[in-house]
């Protein structure tokens, strides 16, 4: 085999990122830089992940006590459509001309985009002033009577002007104005500015933004970043949860797993997305089993299905939760499978005890050398195979090893603590989500 010298690898990275830059060409689309939530706060790793873990534990709290109410009034719809109110990523974008820049809260569980605006009823403190419209020319409200505000689930008509409300869980809410704006997105060198944007003008929320100044929606409704642009496709590649390196988002032309410098040449796996009528904003997955040390448990696929009856269950992809949730039934046997092949006493001695309960002494005995078992779960027509540090993680109080996945007493959640070091493609065009093992921070 010939080696590549050596100043070719210097320049190799120059070479690729020229090639990136012509990609316009196949179309519109943006590069941005996703920054995790509790970036550059000073927290050590032990507390990281147990910030993560708790959010994860609020998040699946909020979708089960909603779930489980009936979703036939708008309210109650609008409430399961962003239960997410708490996400983990933060993508900057600037709002308005000129363009005053913020970072929103990415979240693939709802579709609105949102920002607090001036004058403000009632707002969250946020790290950046609030929108204020009357110093941008571009800005519009829109009328009742616009396909948009038809598209809201929850639609107030006030003198003629489109009124939102979103509930975010029990408490927290944004309301304001339907309005029409220029968003800039992208990096320096993939900057695009799109007019006529439809997002909300909050003047009244509550809540935590987690230093957030709203939050942009990426999910499969009319009016997620998404499904405005025209160019229904994005990619992600987190970085390790630990690095300290952003992650990346692509969007449209920049969308697509073969432009990825960091691929590590394994072959892209594809599953189809499947649509819940109780919940179509959200992106659900047709997984079909889970191997623990490569033996296919014997989990029956109905513990997967979504209720037809009423839109319960199903198994969800999520930006906005870190560990993975499974029903129960299938918990029981991940559990069971870990406890069997793991050669360590299991343990309920961690801080997370009331999350993770698959948890084993650590370290082993002196001289005990312990090999964990692989994890992989299945989706139909693909299967994900995960490294290990996208399945176990260290107690940061006790040093013990604990499984990141957690029972679920509704339907399942895939986490984005699982698809570290994974570039994913939500191709809503052909309604496929396909992935691949990547080195994300080198992309
Ligand atoms: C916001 O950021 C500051 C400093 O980075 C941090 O101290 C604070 O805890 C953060 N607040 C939230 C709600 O995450
Ligand atoms: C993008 O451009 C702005 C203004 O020209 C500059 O301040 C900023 O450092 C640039 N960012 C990057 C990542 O190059
Ligand atoms: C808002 O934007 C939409 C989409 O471009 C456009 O059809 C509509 O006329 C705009 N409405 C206002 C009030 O600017
Ligand atoms: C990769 O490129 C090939 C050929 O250009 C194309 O057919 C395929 O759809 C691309 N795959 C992805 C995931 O974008
Ligand atoms: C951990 O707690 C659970 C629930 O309380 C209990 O069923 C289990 O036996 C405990 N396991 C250990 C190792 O103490
Ligand atoms: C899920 O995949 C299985 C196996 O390919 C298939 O039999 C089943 O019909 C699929 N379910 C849905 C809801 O698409």
Known sequence: MASIPAFLLVLLPLLLSAAVSAYPDAGFGFQATLTHIDAGAGYTEAQLLSRAVRRSKARVAALQSLATTTAADAITVARILVLASEGEYLMSMGIGTPPRYYSAILDTGSDLIWTQCAPCMLCVDQPTPFFDPAQSPSYAKLPCNSPMCNALYYPL??????????????SANTAGVLSNETFTFGTNDTRVTVPRIAFGCGNLNAGSLFNGSGMVGFGRGPLSLVSQLGSPRFSYCLTSFMSPVPSRLYFGAYATLNSTSASTGEPVQSTPFIVNPGLPT????????????????PIDPSVFAINDADGTGGVIIDSGSTITYLARAAYDMVHQ????????????ATSLADVLDTCFVWPPPPRKIVTMPELAFHFEGANMELPLENYMLIDGDTGNLCLAIAASDDGSIIGSFQHQNFHVLYDNENSLLSFTPATCNVM
């Open 157 to 170: 008509c006030y003198r003629n002007v489109c009124v939102y409300q979103y509930f975010y869980g029990d």
């Open 282 to 297: 959200m992106y659900y997955l047709n997984m079909t089993g889970i191997s623990v040390g490569g033996e296919l448990l």
């Open 337 to 348: 499978a870990f406890a069997d092949q793991v050669g360590l006493p299991l343990t309920n």
